[in-house]
């Protein structure tokens, strides 16, 4: 007969056998279901995080957040990959081209010829109703497009700004920061390339909402389908490659000036939805007289201190130290009369970029061009890159363009699991470890 001792080996023995194999049980099970359930939020609560504006956020900035390299904002490569002025229909991205040629053929592009204008409100062909539902002029104040964003939801004030990074863009960001105060930004492509340091003072100092202004400020409705392939393309372009691989969800058409075709060209090309406003301070015109500080005081009084359903849209520009100024002065009456005050693109409470929740945020790789319907989602909830958009290689940039080098790598943005994922080899091992121990020990207490 076994001794105390030998009994009480056996014993633990036999616990220890039977309690690794639970464990190692319940181990795989729960990796198991982490796997299954990626989207679960496993983030420590949020306090635990550094506050934004504390000194150690800076130095761990993200940059290029979607794994790929990027010229460095302002350098002579970076510059070398846009046009340096009007975009050539005939060296457009392949990919565009494509994208483009797709939509027509699926008839999701309206047909009608583009306007003839100069300066003026543009005219159609004979017949066309420029406020019909077929072309839907936004100069001519048609308000018919159900995608298309005119308004503010209630209470909200949607702040942005058109036609910058500019140097007067300077007074303007030094007021917003020491307000706390967040905003879009319409910028124009070119102006990017020209005025890089206030880009970058936009998109990294006061981490606001970038947005497509096009490319050289024209009347959209006058250009072809491929010149409003280029106008947008390149802008969201220069955009995508200066913000870690961001794509704007939002763009303005200069003048207000879009209508169906372009608006159409805009959402099944690049996944660009069209805001226009619903007040408008004609602040551009305070350099050449066509409108005063006063004025712009009288209107925004108005506007400000009357009804807040719906919200409001104000067009404002960072163009000149006026209309800068303009938005200084009534910045105050918006604040005391009770408004919300947002930045535009995020006035519907969601993401201002097409694959990212904001400019500091995870990334989801995707190039420009084959946004719309495949499925591209408006957080960064989504661990899989879209289809039919994996291949960098398609993209077909004309020399000296700067494109995403790799192929586009998965991210996973949730809390994934970082436990070793016990197979079921290892599993098995253990259950074998554990009857060895056991017979050792029956053995050793039968020679005993
Ligand atoms: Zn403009």
Redesign the pocket.
């Known amino acids: 007969m076994s001794s105390p001792l030998q009994r009480r080996l056996f014993a633990f023995a036999a616990f220890a056998c039977l309690f690794s194999s639970v464990y190692s049980a319940i181990i795989a099970q729960t990796i198991h279901d982490d796997h299954d359930h990626a989207a679960l939020n496993k983030r420590l609560p949020s306090t635990w995080y550094q506050a934004d504006d504390h000194p150690a956020h800076k130095l761990f900035k993200r940059a290029g957040t979607d794994g790929q390299v990027y010229a460095q904002v302002g350098s002579p490569t970076w510059a070398a990959g846009y046009p340096q002025s009007t975009p050539d229909p005939s060296k457009l991205p392949q990919a565009w081209v494509d994208a483009l040629n797709a939509a027509t053929a699926a008839g999701k592009i309206p047909g009608f010829a583009p306007s003839t204008s100069t300066g003026g409100n543009p005219t159609y062909p004979q017949g066309m109703d420029p406020n019909g539902d077929q072309i839907c002029s936004t100069t001519y104040k048609c308000r018919k497009n159900p995608e298309n964003i005119y308004d503010a939801p209630d209470g909200l004030l949607g702040v942005s700004f ?2 910058g990074p500019l140097p007067t863009s300077d007074k303007l960001y030094d007021f917003l920061k020491g307000n706390n105060q967040p905003a879009t930004h ?1 910028f ?1 492509g070119l102006n990017i390339l020209y005025n890089y340091k206030q880009f970058d003072r936009a998109f990294n100092e006061l981490q606001d909402d970038i947005a497509v ?1 096009t490319w050289t ?1 024209p009347y959209m409705t006058t250009l072809d389908n491929m010149a409003v392939l280029g106008q947008l393309g390149w802008t969201m372009e220069i955009i995508h490659n200066s913000t870690g691989g961001r794509l704007p969800k939002y763009w ?1 058409p ?2 207000g000036d879009s209508d169906n075709r372009v608006n159409a060209i805009a959402r099944e090309v690049f996944g660009l939805t069209t805001v226009i406003w619903n007040q408008d301070t004609e602040d ?1 015109s305070l350099t050449t007289g066509g409108t005063t500080p006063q004025k712009i005081n009288a209107s925004m009084t108005k506007w400000l201190t009357g009804p807040k359903q719906p919200g409001l849209v104000i067009l404002e ?1 960072e ?1 000149s130290d006026q209309s800068v100024q303009a938005f200084i002065d009534a910045y105050p009456v918006m604040k005391s009369n009770g408004w919300n005050v947002v930045s535009v693109a995020r006035m519907d409470g969601q993401a201002p970029y097409q694959n990212s929740p904001d400019s500091t945020g995870d990334v989801v790789p995707q190039e420009v061009a084959l946004l719309a319907n495949n499925g591209t989602s408006s957080s960064s909830s989504s661990s899989t890159t879209p289809s039919g958009t994996s291949s960098t290689s398609s993209s077909g940039l004309p020399s000296g363009a700067i494109a995403p080098t790799g192929g586009a790598s998965l991210q996973h943005n949730s809390a994934a699991t970082t436990l070793p994922h016990l197979a079921n080899w290892q599993v098995q091992a253990l259950l074998v470890t554990c009857l060895v121990t056991m017979l050792s020990t029956v053995v050793m207490i039968s020679r005993s």
């Open positions: 058109d036609d319409f124009i202004h400020h303005r200069p003048y551009w520009h163009l």
